[in-house]
């Protein structure tokens, strides 16, 4: 993705999410800031990264979360050639279970 999309604005909200402490803060903070279809469809790339970096087929993948082939390609491509985001933030997350 280009750079250009960041800027004062951007920073601030990831400054905002960085700042994020609990669960529940982050349940407030994406119930003001995000709509219900777009909290699920973040929470769903993010179950089809986790699912990909597993080596899970598409088909089961569809299966375990209902996501279309196409969303999980585009969710592929981020995995394969992206910035390694989903690795980063999934990773820390098994690290502290």
């Known amino acids: 993705m280009a750079a250009n999309w960041k800027n004062e604005f951007t920073d601030q909200l990831c400054d905002c999410i960085a700042a994020i402490e609990t669960r529940e803060e982050a349940y407030r903070f994406l119930e003001d800031v995000a709509t219900y279809a777009e909290i699920e469809a973040f929470a769903q790339r993010l179950q089809v ?49």
């Open 49 to 97: 990264a986790s699912l990909l970096l597993k080596k899970m087929s598409y088909p089961k993948i569809v299966q375990q979360t209902g996501v279309s082939t196409a969303t999980i390609s585009r969710v592929k491509k981020f995995v394969e050639y992206g910035t390694d985001g989903y690795q980063d933030v999934l990773k820390k997350l098994a690290d502290k279970k």
